[in-house]
């Protein structure tokens, strides 16, 4: 968030863009945006707020990698002792609660719908976690409502079951509830593997899926804007971190379960259905959501973008500068130091150094790290090859010996020579 508002301010214009997943995403984009001009315009009176094109462009998929797979299903479902015949749901992602999502409405939904069907229904959930708590909380949430409902769970520890594991199932199910998804990439997989999709109608899942055709969106609700002035609040003074920030948002995000469940009956008791929502779910992927669709916005968004920056009119004086908010150490701190190194200064050889001490001391524990901001070993040789004990060599004469493109490097670096007595300034 906050570098989204940084974009009214930042140096952007009419040829840069930010792509988001998803409309929706556009839109949460969009509002922080028009919040932040409504302050600056309040507060200074700005009117002038360039900001950076919005265009929404999907993730992508190789479609081609969750083509159906029969001997697959026979070996997972061997694997898991899922029956051959059996109906099972499928759910793909990380197990976090708070991250993620909470999925105690999908065993609800699973609980009602096997009981309305009077068959037995299986839960395969594929996914792991950062941590084993975070883990097992996800595994007890899902289990907790749904007893009646096979669980059956495959961890991402087992990466063969990655691909494979989506011809195991019949149905997919992921209802999200949480900011944190922003597009939601196992949708669009899904379909790929021609399962039709049971998803909450929420965020990107909105914008892949069509209800009623490739699966069923289900209804979600969240409280009316002003009601979460204390979430906010909380998080921008420090008051809980990140995950407490988007925990508190899902408690309040409803996903109906009834809906939900009458959706699985019906895919779980019509075999017809699935498999009439599943080609058209994977026919939807091939077309607008493999890669081969993707790529080319991408790249007719670069050649508008290059056509409107050869036709801008050239940068005014000012444009290009250094970001204030993280300005040069060495300009925002002139004032610590008693002296700064100018191109006037001199500077001279303390005594002779041999090439083996210039790189024992670029070995040295307390400079290993910072090589790649440091003049290069043969540079700082040819700088100390240039000067003397004898005589005072100008700064900027030394530098002339360089290459224009290294000098800012050598200049600097001479301060770094003096600083293990290299060299002084006399």
Known sequence: MGEIAGLLIGPVESWDALVCTSPAVQKAVQTQLEAVADYLHGRFGVTRMPAAQLITIPLGVHAEDYTFD??????WREALDVPQDAVAALYFGRFSVATKMNPAPMGLALQQAA?????PVYWILYGGAREATEDQAFREAAAAFCPDVQLRFVGEAAPDAHGPIWSAADVFVSFSDNVQES???TVPEAMAAALP???SDWDGYRSTLRHQTDGFLIRTTAPRPGLGADLAY??????GGYADYVTAQWQFTAVDVE????????????????????KAAAERARTLLDWRAVIPQYQALWAELERRRKAAPVQRPGQGAE????????RMFAAYPSHTLVHTDTVQLTRAFAPQELAAIMAAPSVRGAEGRLPT?????ALIGALSQDRLAAVEALLAKFPPDRRPFLERGLVWLAKYGVVRFP
């Open 183 to 185: 597009f939601g990439l």
């Open 259 to 278: 809906q939900a469940a009458q959706a699985l009956a019906a895919l779980f008791s019509n075999p017809d259905l699935r498999a009439r929502m599943g």
């Open 323 to 330: 970001s204030p908010w993280g300005l040069d150490p060495f």
């Open 234 to 239: 909380r998080y921008a003074h420090g008051m």
């Open 70 to 75: 029969p001997d697959a299903r026979r070996r």
């Open 115 to 119: 009981q309305r069907t009077g068959q």
């Open 197 to 199: 999709c049971v998803v």
């Open 377 to 381: 070993l043969p540079e700082t040789e």
